[in-house]
């Protein structure tokens, strides 16, 4: 009949469009950050905030509500990476002296590797230090302060040496703790960056080098504090 409007079928009468969730800015920022690692760990930290923008599905404008600057970003990604996942329990392990060194040292790099043998740990550190930025040094700081400097202490009580009090720490035994930790570091690095075949699962490569740690160290301790 003419001039009636011709029914439309359910399905053709505008269907709603899904209503977006409405992410609280806590939860916003979370997202932010977790894509952040994911972005600069393949790109590294050259990649360029309006392209991780786009992948976040956002502004620029609005990931800088978040972080006011690229550098303020970066630095919530080395908090979130280096930082939240440091365990202290790491520390007080290495010198309780209940138990052998030995059993230390491998229980302790066991559940260090356990949280650095990310892909994202491993390149992001590996990019910051090519970049030339102060993360890694930084992380390095804190990983001699805290770790090895106890394990070089533990090492000279294992070799009946005076303690630090009265004769205070080498750099030259410091070197020789970064011997036993840049191995085993350089197990992720072969594994994520190189993707080079590892041999042994990381377990034994553990034990194998605080066996060599140890069947070495107690000489060379002597002729150093000696000296």
């Known amino acids: 009949m003419s001039g009636t409007r011709s029914a439309k079928p359910d399905g053709a009468r505008g269907a709603a469009k899904p209503r977006r969730t409405r992410l609280s800015p806590a939860e916003r920022e979370r997202l932010i950050v977790a894509e952040a690692v994911r972005y600069f760990a393949e790109v590294g930290f050259g990649g360029q905030t309006r392209e991780l923008s786009r992948r976040l599905g956002i502004t620029q404008p609005l990931l800088y509500r978040y972080f006011p600057s690229k550098q303020a970003l ?35 790099y066991r559940r260090y590797s356990a949280v650095i043998f990310k892909p994202e740990w491993i390149r992001l550190y590996m990019y910051s230090g090519l970049a030339g930025m102060d993360l890694n040094r930084r992380y390095i700081d804190l990983l001699e302060r805290l770790l090895l400097r106890r394990i070089a202490r533990e ?18 035994e410091l070197e020789l703790v970064w011997v036993l930790h840049a ?14 075949k590892t041999r042994n699962a990381p377990e034994r490569t553990i034990e194998h080098a605080v066996d060599s740690m140890l069947g070495g160290a107690p000489k060379v301790l002597r002729a150093l504090v000696k000296r």
Not at 155 to 169: C, K, M, Q
Not at 187 to 192: E, H, N, T
């Open 74 to 108: 970066i630095e919530r990604v080395y908090r979130e990476v280096f930082l939240a996942r440091w365990d202290p329990t790491w520390e007080t392990l290495l010198e309780d002296r209940s138990r052998r060194l030995r059993d230390r040292l491998i229980e302790f």
């Open 155 to 172: 090492l000279r009580a294992e070799s009946g040496l005076p303690d630090e009090d009265e004769v205070p720490i080498k750099p030259e």
């Open 183 to 196: 191995g085993i570091f350089y197990y992720g690095v072969r594994q994520f960056i190189y993707k080079a």
